[in-house]
């Protein structure tokens, strides 16, 4: 299966300030990088997600940023609020026969207030 | 509304025995998936379905079987082999394999008594 690395594996951070969770791959074939968001006893929802067209995506207090060279994207949450806290992960994706929807071990969020 | 529908939300097994955890969807998805998620392990990944009467065996599929003689159903049955079956099992679907938004269903929670 591909690889997929995310870090941190957790991350406090104050109301107000920024989280970065970052995640690295393998795969060159992967075309799709979307970020999911779960709340505890919940599923996992699409977040944001971007395609290797642009380096970036903005939606509202959240950023992707993707760096095709280096393999790797990152979410950024601006402003972040204690209704972030949840855990985060990546899961890039090709439009290859055969490959199942592989994710990262997540990152667990704690914005405190 | 279309989504996924997992059922029951809690579910109790004795040593011993064989339980079927329910995933439903009406989306008209080709591809399913089932994941387990314990603390700490993100979200693995125990069977994927591209297609009816099709499944592939994801990283831990010792221990459990599915079948998806539907397109709208892919249900998982977690056998006696499986020795450590408490967990939070998670269904998805998505449009195809491939570069595209995983939906979820809002998951089971198993426990062995």
């Known amino acids: 299966q591909q690889q997929v690395k995310q870090s941190p594996q957790s991350l406090i951070v104050q109301k107000g300030g920024i989280s970065i969770i970052n995640c690295a791959y393998e795969n060159t074939a992967f075309d799709y990088f979307p970020w999911y968001q779960q709340f505890p006893g919940k599923g996992p929802a699409l977040l944001i997600a971007i395609r290797p067209d642009v380096s970036e995506k903005k939606e509202g207090r959240f950023t992707i940023s993707f760096n095709k060279s280096a393999k790797q994207f990152s979410l950024h949450i601006m402003d972040s609020q204690p209704g972030d806290s949840a855990t985060y992960f990546c899961a890039p994706a090709a439009n290859q026969a055969g490959t199942a929807l592989i994710f990262g071990k997540g990152t667990t969020l704690s914005v405190s207030s | 509304d279309g989504g996924i529908t997992q059922s029951p939300k809690y579910l109790f097994r004795k040593e011993g025995q064989n339980v079927t955890l329910s995933c439903e969807q009406n989306l008209n998805h080709d591809a399913m998936y089932w994941y387990r998620q314990d603390p700490g392990q993100g979200l693995r990944l125990i069977y994927y379905s591209q297609i009816v009467n099709d499944f592939q065996k994801g990283d831990i599929a010792e221990g459990y079987s599915v079948s998806r003689e539907k397109k709208e159903s892919f249900p998982l049955t977690v056998t006696s082999a499986q020795k450590n079956p408490t967990a939070f099992y998670l269904c998805?679907?998505?449009?195809?394999?491939?570069?595209?938004?995983?939906?979820f269903g809002q998951g089971t929670r198993l426990t062995v008594v």
């Open positions: 998805a679907s998505t449009e195809f394999i491939g570069n595209t938004e995983a939906f």
